[in-house]
């Protein structure tokens, strides 16, 4: 379902990924956990496009996506016209030349990889319901009745069902993190990427997302999940991946990062934690 091969991504001087290698099967969910700052977020934005790798390989969703030479187009391939990727939130440093077969490729992943952000990025000025829709209905043209189906449906599986015709702020922070998940999952994806979905909630909400993970996971949903919920990472996850400077230092089951880390870097990361 995912590999990823020798990902590195530099922003001008600063080298942030130094050659990710990861393999995440199907059905699988993986939790990513390290200090803040160690690439954790960039790693998940490069999967889904939102942030261009400059070299490596990432397969996803049924996509490869390939680049050498970090922030230079391949001079070399003249089989392509060149043209301008326009990026979700692009800034002048993001901003990349690339092929049009790259783009294409870059845009349907996008499609079939959702994504959650730790601010959430609700429409405010739409209701719960209006939020789900609008991404099938301007992505897949789908009729507003087909959209209206779906919504409801996924509003009931995260729980929502009842809060359709309220508006963001009338929301509490375990409520709109669900209806974004919701909003997400309209797109049929084949992939869930997380970045920090629990950080900025009350401990008692915490659980009504941690439940709907949970049940997707069960689901067959294939997941990855940038954490500082470190009970969430040891009882939910296949996999935990610990990050440290742009590297991948270990992976493996929750049992043995938290119990019994091979790696001296996760064995330190895990004690401060514990202390």
């Not at 490729?105 to 405010?124: E, Y």
């Not at 209905?137 to 087909?146: C, F, L, R």
């Not at 449906?153 to 702020?169: A, C, N, S, T």
Request: hydrophobic fraction near 40%; glycine fraction near 6%; aromatic fraction near 6%.
């Amino acid at each position: 379902m995912i590999s990823v091969r020798n990902l590195h991504k530099y922003y001008q001087d600063h080298h942030i990924l130094k050659g990710i290698n990861l393999d995440v099967r199907r059905g699988e969910l993986i939790s990513i956990i390290g200090r803040s700052g160690c690439g954790k977020t960039t790693f998940l934005r490069c999967l889904n496009c939102l942030e261009i790798l400059d070299e490596g390989t990432i397969r996803i969703a049924g996509i490869t996506l390939s680049r050498t030479n970090h922030n230079k187009p391949d001079k070399e391939n003249k089989s392509h016209r060149k043209v301008r990727l326009k990026l979700p939130f692009q800034t002048p440093e993001s901003e990349s030349v690339l092929d049009e077969d790259f783009q294409i490729k870059a845009n349907t992943i996008r499609k079939r990889v959702g994504m959650l952000f730790q601010d959430l990025n609700l429409f405010p000025h739409l209701t719960v319901l209006d939020n789900v829709i609008i991404a099938p209905k301007i992505v897949k043209k789908e009729s507003s009745i087909q959209a209206k189906l779906r919504a409801v449906q996924l509003l009931e599986k995260v729980g929502m069902e009842k809060f359709i015709d309220r508006y963001p702020h009338q929301l509490s922070g375990g409520q709109a993190q669900r209806v974004a998940i919701a909003r997400a999952l309209a797109l049929n994806p084949q992939v869930m990427l997380y970045d920090e979905p629990t950080s900025a909630l009350d401990p008692e909400l915490v659980v009504e997302v941690i439940e709907v993970m949970k049940n997707l996971h069960r689901e067959g949903m294939t997941q990855i999940v940038v954490t500082h919920a470190m009970n969430f990472a040891k009882n939910a996850s296949d996999f935990v991946v610990y990050m440290e400077d742009g590297n991948i230092i270990e992976i493996g089951k929750p049992e043995q990062i938290f119990n019994n880390p091979q790696d001296e870097r996760t064995k330190n990361y895990i004690k401060i934690l514990a202390d």
